[in-house]
């Protein structure tokens, strides 16, 4: 599947402190000591409506990630996929009475097209899970050998994960199994299905019903479960063992603990990612935006107002990427003043020496992203060169170049 158009990071000059983060699994912040090549999967959409601000929250701290990273003198290997056959898709269609490719093809292009203007790094594996049914089908075959999976004696013969057959589950999200049954309930797990071993078992291989699409398999023709999806995209690009897994914190479980569990059954002892790291959710006006309250607040329909896309990244930026937090018109206002501050500043001819500021804001993103320090270092600067001036001809122009780089703003 095509990404989309990639994004130049200028050179800056000199060097940060190595990345640290917080680690769900750990519950700490720890340093992420990637090698040459630095290797990140996040989860990305399925894509049955247009890109809303919790989306582009989670994909801009997964981006600034990136952006240390490469900073650091990294490659990265980044790999996003699109769950573009799923419930939720058909479910979309039928109600709008569009087939459900083309509702996906729409929604992609348009996620496409907000990543773009929002300056998000590209992914440099960007896969549909259309795409990798054949990497499914194998994960799968290998998991009934292992006897971590067996199917369900039933008309249908769908096939199911134990979590049993993972010695470590639940380590990544570390919730008692009240928790994990009430998450699993809500967020697509079907406990009550006829047949399972265990409730919170998790679909493999939802085998072919009428009406549905499905592909060809050994163990009968169907489509993949969700968490399968991911835990064969990401072993067939960057291997067990990676970086980071990345994602909204919604995902923690169940999604990121089974295909965690999915990869693990057959990596025995071995971690799936070395750092699992999660993004807090975005409200609007104190309360929780979902689907249901019909209070999303869309990329696009921001940009189509006239919403200036460094705006938004300031605005989202302007809270700890692990926080929930709300979206209102004075965090726009204010974002929207911040952008104004910054591009007048870095407009003058000269300005008080920046090396310091780079090397804060440097240091605030290294320490676990802390964006809001890292604003207020470059507010700090912009201020004093506006009210003071100052002698360097060269720091205006250092501090374009390093907001551009680090946090993907740019005049």
Not at 75 to 102: C, K, M, S
Not at 240 to 245: K, R, S, V
Request: charged share 25%.
């Amino acid at each position: 599947m095509q990404s989309w158009s990639d994004t130049a990071l200028p050179t800056v000059p000199g060097t940060g402190p190595p990345l640290r983060l917080y680690d769900t699994a750990d519950r700490q912040v720890r340093p992420v000591a990637p090698g040459p090549t630095a290797t990140m999967y996040v989860c990305g959409i399925t894509p049955y409506d247009a890109t809303h601000l919790g989306h582009a929250a989670t994909y801009l701290t997964f981006d600034l990630v990136n952006r240390v990273w490469r900073d650091a003198g990294h490659d990265v290997h980044y790999v996003q996929n699109v769950t573009d056959v799923d419930d939720p898709l058909f479910e979309r269609a039928a109600r709008d009475g569009i087939d459900w490719r083309e509702l996906g093809t729409r929604e992609i292009n348009l996620f496409r097209e907000d990543m773009t203007a929002l300056r998000i790094v590209p992914p440099r594996d960007y896969i549909g899970a259309v795409e990798s049914v054949d990497e499914v089908v194998e994960l799968v075959e290998k998991l009934l050998v292992a006897g971590a999976a067996y199917v369900v004696d039933d008309e249908y013969s769908d096939i199911y994960f134990r979590v049993d057959a993972n010695e470590q589950f639940g380590y990544e999200s570390g919730y008692d199994r009240a928790t994990m049954e009430r998450l699993f309930a809500e967020r697509g797990g079907d406990p009550d299905r006829p047949g399972k071993r265990d409730t919170i078992d998790a679909l493999l291989w939802r085998a072919a019903r009428p009406g549905e699409p499905s592909w060809p398999a050994p163990f009968g023709a169907g489509r993949p479960g969700w968490h399968i999806e991911c835990a064969a995209i990401a072993l067939n690009r960057v291997g067990a063992g990676f970086d980071i897994q990345g994602g909204g914190s919604d995902l923690i479980y169940p999604h990121h603990e089974y295909s965690a569990a999915h990869a693990e059954a057959l990596e025995t002892g071995r971690r799936f990612a070395r750092h699992y790291v999660h993004a807090g959710l975005i409200g609007l006006d104190g309360e929780k935006m979902s689907k249901s309250k019909g209070n999303l607040v869309f990329v696009s329909k921001l940009r189509r107002a006239g919403t200036d896309p460094n705006a938004i990244r300031l605005g989202l930026l302007a809270g700890h990427y692990r926080q929930d937090r709300m979206w209102t018109d004075e965090v726009l206002a204010e974002a929207e003043r911040r952008f104004d501050l910054w591009c007048r500043a870095t407009a003058l001819p000269s300005g008080p020496a920046a090396d310091d500021t780079v090397a804060r804001l440097r240091q605030h993103l290294a320490d676990d992203l802390d964006t809001p320090k890292a604003l207020a270092a470059v507010d700090n600067w912009a201020e004093q060169a506006l009210h003071y001036g100052g002698p360097d001809t060269a720091a205006p122009r250092l501090i374009a170049t390093a907001v551009d780089a680090l946090l993907g703003i740019r005049r």
